[in-house]
């Protein structure tokens, strides 16, 4: 997904401005402000697996711990 939205706002900052009506500046305006938190969000989202990973590692831990 990272590759996606990177590829994305690659191609949004290559559209020069200027020419847009205001119209269309305000959507590029949107569109890059969605590209920002979905960029956030997937950063969320690697920090939050991450935190799954040590859980599942501590609960796998205290099922061994507690057979013994």
Same mark, same amino acid.
């Given at each position: #997904?990272?590759?996606?939205?990177? *590829?994305?706002?690659? =191609? !949004?900052?290559? /559209? *020069?401005?200027?020419? =847009?009506?205001?119209?269309?500046? /305000?959507? =590029?305006?949107?569109? !890059?402000?969605? !590209?920002?938190?979905? *960029? &956030? !969000? *997937?950063q969320i989202n690697e920090r939050l697996r991450g935190i799954h990973q040590v859980l599942n590692?501590?609960? #796998? ?6 057979? &013994?």
């Amino acid at each position: #997904m990272a590759d996606t939205i990177a *590829e994305t706002v690659d =191609l !949004l900052y290559t /559209i *020069e401005q200027e020419n =847009l009506t205001p119209d269309q500046q /305000i959507a =590029l305006g949107t569109a !890059l402000a969605s !590209l920002a938190q979905a *960029e &956030r !969000l *997937e950063q969320i989202n690697e920090r939050l697996r991450g935190i799954h990973q040590v859980l599942n590692a501590w609960a #796998m831990k205290a099922t061994v711990d507690g057979g &013994r």
